[in-house]
């Protein structure tokens, strides 16, 4: 039974890795194959394998791989984003993670080190969201650049690539990831009209706004 129950969940949730992945394209925050998504199931990471289209991916074209990136499932080959994803689940609690190219976010992380503070949701991440140092794409330096970029948030910018965010969920993963857009797009639009700077919020209003947040939404 307790296998049973084990396959039903990794089917589960492939299910959901393929959903949120088609989602991501679907709204913009990737082209093509670009971008990926995984989720844990116990000691297993549920990845999106590397240059399939999304659309195209079957309930048996299951990848997974153990924390050790030793892949135990599937003939598909992984993401070759796999040591990022890997090094978010061995250094956080983290149950889900969404790397995009969304276009905002992948200008901000060419003009600044670290977005600034333009609306409340920033605290939502952890406070500014960190642009990681550039490195070539799938290599362990990029992973070691986003791990330091992390610390104490949900999601951190990857220089002249895109973006990492993690959550409990993949739904918590994605909706940070989709605000994390926008706030890129607010500050570059705010930026970018002459002879004005845009307001900032201080330490202290973010950390009200922290506060806030802990308690928003429906209370089961």
Do not use: F
């Amino acid at each position: 039974m307790t296998e049973q129950v084990c396959q039903e969940s990794i089917e589960e949730t492939w299910r959901a890795v393929v959903a949120t992945a088609c989602r991501t394209a679907a709204e913009g925050l990737v082209v093509g194959t670009s971008g990926n998504v995984s989720a844990r199931v116990g000691h297993l990471v549920l990845v999106t394998p590397s240059g399939v289209p999304y659309d195209r991916l079957a309930p048996g074209d299951a990848v997974a791989v153990d924390l050790a990136g030793r892949q135990v499932l599937g003939e598909l080959k992984p993401t070759s984003e796999l040591p990022l994803h890997l090094e978010v689940y061995r250094s956080t609690g983290a149950r889900a993670v969404v790397h995009t190219h969304a276009v905002h976010a992948t200008a901000v992380s060419t003009l600044v080190s670290e977005l600034p503070a333009v609306h409340y949701m920033t605290a939502a991440l952890g406070g500014p969201v960190r642009v990681a140092p550039y490195a070539l794409y799938g290599s362990a330096e990029l992973a070691r650049n986003m791990l330091s970029a992390l610390a104490g948030r949900t999601a951190c910018l990857l220089r002249n690539h895109g973006t990492v965010v993690y959550g409990d969920t993949l739904d918590q993963a994605y909706d940070r990831t989709a605000q994390l857009e926008w706030m890129c797009r607010v500050w570059l639009t705010a930026a970018s009209v002459p002879g004005h700077t845009p307001s900032l919020l201080s330490p202290a209003q973010l950390e009200e706004a922290a506060e806030q947040l802990r308690g928003y939404g429906q209370r089961r």
